[in-house]
């Protein structure tokens, strides 16, 4: 024991380490459950802010791009109305145009600055203004549908126990709205309040899928107007329905799992020449910076931006998969 020797200092930043761990997970715990109750209090809030049921219907409606009546933008844009309601993003028609100006205007002085060329700097700005705005809203659908078919077996089972214990379907509906987060709750909570409003349950729920645009929410959707046109045991319906829709979930993570091979070499194909002529530029400025000027050459850097994109769209149709 008396050969064994302890350093100070080893000791000390052990203990330094160990505090900042535990300091960053207590933060990373506090804001994750600060995040949540937000989400889930998110209608609420709304409720606490209007006077009365058809108020709230006509605000919630509002906030997710539809008209006081509840129905999507028509027309050539009609893709763009489907893709800001299924982002699920509060729409405020201000204050997404000054983001827009702002990415625009971003995008534009930043290729400007680059190439100092004014019509890069306007390609920069469309780029700014318009493809952004564009793979923000994709993206943030994209992300809430995934959520929405995690969530709805939960939320259909807690109908079914709702509706074995004697309650209502509006009853049963509306405590999905309550109960669970978002984004099902606030879907569920909508369709609750516009039962309320007036509405059947078979209207109310063709409305919550087409603001979700998420297969299993049409499934769902299906049954409920299957039943209620033909009759049965809804219950059994739902709970048959919950069941299809956790083994498609399983489905698609077997399909994701199994296409992850291609995705990361579609990932590494694309990579490794803008990476490769990175480290060119960097290691030797005037290996292309002789001969960037020549036609050639730039046609040649074309075509190649062009194959490679060509190259990602059949690898994309290679390995996606749906059900």
């Given at each position: 024991?008396?050969?064994?020797?302890?350093?100070?200092?080893?000791?000390?930043?052990?203990?330094?380490?160990?505090?900042?761990?535990?300091?960053?997970?207590?933060?990373?715990?506090?804001?994750?459950?600060?995040?949540?109750?937000?989400q889930?209090?998110?209608?609420?809030?709304?409720f606490?802010?209007?006077?009365?049921?058809?108020?709230?219907?006509?605000?919630?409606?509002k906030?997710?791009?539809?008209?006081?009546?509840?129905?999507?933008?028509n027309?050539?844009?009609?893709?763009?109305?489907?893709?800001?309601?299924?982002?699920?993003?509060p729409?405020?028609?201000?204050?997404?145009?000054?983001?827009?100006?702002?990415a625009?205007?971003?995008?534009?002085?930043?290729?400007?600055?680059?190439?100092?060329?004014?019509?890069?700097?306007?390609?920069?700005?469309?780029?700014?203004?318009?493809?952004?705005?564009?793979?923000?809203?994709?993206?943030?659908?994209?992300?809430?549908?995934?959520?929405l078919?995690?969530?709805?077996?939960?939320?259909?089972?807690?109908?079914?126990?709702?509706?074995?214990?004697?309650?209502?379907?509006?009853?049963?509906?509306?405590?999905?709205?309550?109960?669970?987060?978002?984004?099902i709750?606030?879907?569920?909570?909508?369709?609750?309040?516009?039962i309320?409003?007036?509405?059947?349950?078979?209207?109310?729920?063709?409305?919550?899928?087409?603001?979700?645009?998420?297969?299993?929410i049409?499934?769902?959707?299906?049954?409920?107007?299957?039943?209620?046109?033909?009759?049965?045991?809804?219950?059994?319906?739902?709970?048959?329905?919950?069941?299809?829709?956790?083994?498609?979930?399983?489905?698609?993570?077997?399909?994701?799992?199994?296409?992850?091979?291609?995705?990361?070499?579609?990932?590494?194909?694309?990579?490794?020449?803008?990476?490769?002529?990175?480290?060119?530029?960097?290691?030797?400025?005037?290996?292309?910076?002789?001969?960037?000027?020549?036609?050639?050459?730039?046609?040649g850097?074309?075509?190649?931006?062009?194959?490679i994109?060509?190259?990602?769209?059949?690898?994309?149709?290679?390995?996606?998969?749906r059900?």
């Open positions: 024991m008396s050969g064994i020797s302890i350093d100070a200092k080893f000791v000390v930043m052990v203990m330094v380490f160990a505090a900042v761990f535990a300091g960053v997970q207590g933060l990373v715990g506090v804001f994750s459950v600060a995040t949540q109750k937000r889930m209090n998110r209608r609420l809030k709304t606490e802010k209007v006077e009365g049921i058809s108020a709230l219907v006509i605000e919630l409606r906030q997710r791009g539809l008209t006081a009546a509840g129905r999507r933008g027309g050539r844009l009609q893709w763009l109305s489907d893709m800001i309601i299924a982002s699920g993003l729409y405020d028609p201000r204050r997404w145009a000054a983001y827009i100006a702002g625009a205007m971003l995008g534009g002085l930043g290729a400007w600055a680059i190439s100092h060329n004014v019509f890069v700097g306007l390609a920069g700005a469309l780029v700014g203004g318009i493809a952004t705005p564009l793979g923000v809203l994709k993206f943030a659908a994209g992300r809430r549908s995934a959520a078919g995690f969530q709805l077996p939960q939320a259909l089972d807690i109908i079914v126990r709702s509706l074995e214990a004697g309650h209502p379907v509006p009853a049963a509906v509306a405590l999905v709205g309550r109960e669970m987060p978002d984004p709750g606030s879907e569920f909570g909508m369709a609750a309040d516009e309320a409003y007036g509405a059947t349950l078979e209207q109310a729920i063709e409305r919550m899928s087409e603001r979700c645009q998420h297969p299993d049409d499934l769902f959707a299906a049954t409920v107007r299957l039943q209620e046109r033909t009759g049965g045991n809804l219950t059994g319906l739902l709970k048959l329905n919950a069941n299809t829709v956790r083994e498609r979930h399983k489905m698609r993570l077997k399909i994701k799992a199994a296409s992850s091979e291609g995705r990361a070499s579609a990932m590494i194909l694309t990579a490794a020449p803008f990476i490769a002529l990175g480290a060119i530029v960097m290691i030797s400025p005037r290996f292309y910076g002789d001969v960037i000027d020549d036609p050639i050459v730039k046609y850097l074309a075509g190649l931006g062009f194959w994109f060509l190259g990602n769209l059949i690898m994309r149709r290679m390995i996606d998969m059900l």
